[in-house]
Structure formats: structure tokens, C-alpha cells
């Protein structure tokens, strides 16, 4: 097996998430190489991250009148054309069909703002924020999970931390928290997956 694995990231905005897996690449504190960037978004401020970074990027809008299956087949085409060991999902924002999922069994990572089984889908860290003013909650977290179906932020999980909420948290400030950990822990997790660690002697 090549010493480094071989990375394609899927994103849809800001791309910071991408950034700390370029930068842990760079560093070296995770043997991988970004192969590409596809972004849903032509105006994905991450593709000018990875283009910074000299990584092809390639934006892949959906056009409004292809189906969607279609279009997670031709996408999955356009991935499997940079032969990546792994798919990370940092903030990409479609659900992705079997057409895509089966392509690549075990192989693709999400990462997700909040705690498993909690808030899937868009706006979870300002839906947190909400239900802490309930006082239906006090912490929320960041996941970082594999993606065996089409079930929307859920699957086995590689990495969870909460992250508390405070009375004194703006939506601003929880936000700012939880991207710290989540750059954090994404780069763990997609290290843990490399080069797993040996189970402890019996
Ligand atoms: C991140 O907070 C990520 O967890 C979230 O999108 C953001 C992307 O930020 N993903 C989801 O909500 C998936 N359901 P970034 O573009 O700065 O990395």
C-alpha cells in the first residue's frame, strides 16, 4: 500500500473544514494528498482554497432538470476518475444517493455539527443554539461518521465531542467553537481511518 492515502473532498461552501485537511496534509500530520476537489457550487469559496493549494478543483453544479440518481452516478464517475482511497464530506450539502454511496462501500466520511442522532441535516449548530434557549439542551458536538446509506448525517461513527453551550454563547460564538473542533477532529478521524490503530493486546 502507498505511504500516503489518497483523498477526494466534496464540498458546497467556505471550505475552512477543507483547509484544515490541506494544511494537515501540507504539515504532514496526515499522510494523505488532497487528489481533488468537487464542489456542488461553482461559487464554493473552497475551490479557491484547493486551487491556492494546487489541487484541481472542479465545480459540479446539479443541473435543475437531471435527476438526481442520475447525477450521483456522474459524480461518482467524475470522484472514481481521481482513485481515492477516501471521500470526506466537509460541508457538502447533498444527500447522496446509493448510485453514488455503492461506488464506494465503506469509503466515504461525513463530517456533521452536532451529536449523533441529533439536528441531521442543514442549520444544526443554529438549531442547537435554539433548543439550548428552550433549555432542551446543554451541549451539542461535532461527529465525524462513515456513510453506509442514503440516512442523512447518521452512520458509524469514527469521532464525537460535545462542546457545552453557555448562557454567555452568542450564535456566533457556539459557532465559532464548534468549527474549532470540528477542523480538529475531522483531521483525527480521517487519520484514524489510515493508519488505524492496533487493537490492545488481549
Ligand atoms: C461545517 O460546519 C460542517 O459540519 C457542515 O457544514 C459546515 C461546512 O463548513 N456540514 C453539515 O452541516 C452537514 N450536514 P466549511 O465549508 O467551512 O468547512
Redesign the pocket.
Known amino acids: 500500500m502507498p505511504d500516503k492515502a489518497r483523498l477526494v473532498v466534496l ?10 485537511i490541506l494544511d494537515a496534509c501540507r504539515i504532514g500530520t496526515l499522510p494523505a494528498d488532497v487528489a481533488a476537489v468537487v464542489s456542488n457550487k461553482s461559487d ?3 475551490l479557491e482554497r484547493a486551487r491556492t493549494a494546487g489541487v484541481p478543483a472542479v465545480a459540479r453544479p446539479k443541473p435543475k432538470e437531471q435527476d438526481r440518481r442520475a447525477y450521483d452516478a456522474q459524480l461518482a464517475d467524475l470522484v472514481g476518475s481521481y482513485r481515492p482511497d477516501w471521500i470526506i ?5 447533498r444527500v447522496l444517493s446509493d448510485n453514488f454511496l455503492s461506488r464506494f462501500p465503506n469509503r466515504v466520511i ?5 451529536l449523533p442522532g441529533t439536528f ?6 443554529e438549531r442547537a443554539f435554539e433548543a439550548f434557549g428552550k433549555g432542551e439542551i446543554r451541549e451539542t458536538g ?1 461527529m465525524v461518521h462513515l456513510v453506509p446509506d442514503e440516512g ?2 447518521s452512520g458509524p461513527v469514527l469521532l464525537q465531542e460535545a462542546v457545552p453551550i453557555s448562557a454567555a454563547d452568542t450564535l456566533a460564538t457556539l ?1 465559532a467553537r ?2 474549532t473542533v ?2 480538529r477532529l ?1 483531521v483525527q478521524a480521517i487519520a484514524s481511518v489510515i493508519h488505524p490503530s492496533p487493537d490492545p493486546a488481549p
Open positions: 464540498i458546497s461552501g467556505t471550505g475552512t473544514n477543507l483547509q484544515a464554493a469559496f473552497g464530506l466537509a460541508g457538502w450539502m461525513n463530517l456533521h455539527p452536532a441531521p441535516g442543514t442549520h444544526a449548530i461535532v442523512v448525517d459557532e464548534i468549527h470540528e477542523h475531522l
